[in-house]
T-cell receptor
Framework: IAGITQAPTSQILAAGRRMTLRCTQD?????MYWYRQDLGLGLRLIHY???????GKGEVPDGYSVSRANTDDFPLTLASAVPSQTSVYFC???????????FGNGTRLTVT | AQSVTQPDIHITVSEGASLELRCNYSYGATPYLFWYVQSPGQGLQLLLK??????LVQGIKGFEAEFKRSQSSFNLRKPSVHWSDAAEYFCAVGATSGTYKYIFGTGTRLKVLA
């Protein structure tokens, strides 16, 4: 079934550790996104990429980095995790900048 | 600045009753509008979208939404709610051209009473 695969499903991480959340899509969508979802705050955009080789900052980019080496993969890296990065992280993709978003099932990250 | 407001954080309805979830937006041009549904432990799934044309749009699972430019609203409706509709619902505005920055409301959690 076509879609977005995120890994891991959940993770408990010690503060200060480095972590990469993986995201792969098989729909050949041009654009990919990382959101974090926190209770009462909805979804907030961390980083996005409108095409392979380019990335951009979203609403809450600090402490996170991304790369887009090819169309399918869009990993999110936390260089040195802090407790405020405890959240559920969703990867999404879209064909264009205004077409509907397709979401993965999320990664639940707890930073202790 | 663009924004999306979902005034109701929680809504409880009885199974079989009608449903309306409110969404108001602030946007400088004709917006692209979306409603998504999120079941527990899942990602968001598209229910319906409005780009242009007929202001009443039909979606999956029996949902519909009406775009009202004069009220800056895009309310989601369903004539008869099923227990399986219990979930969280998000309204979103599509990105301003070239920015790729969709704007989401904070969500409305729907509880359905048997």
């Amino acid at each position: 079934i076509a879609g977005i695969t995120q890994a891991p499903t959940s993770q408990i991480l010690a503060a200060g550790r480095r972590m990469t959340l993986r995201c792969t899509q098989d729909m050949r969508h041009n654009a990919m996104y990382w959101y974090r979802q926190d209770l009462g705050l909805g979804l907030r955009l961390i980083h996005y990429s409108n095409t392979a080789g380019t990335t951009g900052k979203g609403e809450v980019p600090d402490g996170y980095s991304v790369s887009r080496a090819n169309t399918d993969d869009f990993p999110l890296t936390l260089a040195s995790a802090v407790p405020s990065q405890t959240s559920v992280y969703f990867c999404a993709s879209s064909d264009t900048g205004n077409s509907p978003l397709h979401f993965g099932n999320g990664t639940r990250l707890t930073v202790t | 600045a663009q924004s999306v407001t979902q005034p109701d954080i929680h809504i409880t309805v009885s199974e079989g009753a009608s449903l309306e979830l409110r969404c108001n937006y602030s946007y400088g041009a004709t917006p692209y509008l979306f409603w998504y549904v999120q079941s527990p432990g899942q990602g968001l799934q598209l229910l319906l979208k409005y780009f242009s044309g007929d202001t009443l749009v039909q979606g999956i699972k029996g949902f519909e939404a009406e775009f009202k430019r004069s009220q800056s609203s895009f309310n989601l409706r369903k004539p008869s709610v099923h227990w399986s509709d219990a979930a969280e619902y998000f309204c979103a505005v599509g990105a301003t051209s070239g920015t790729y920055k969709y704007i989401f409301g904070t969500g409305t959690r729907l509880k359905v009473l048997a």
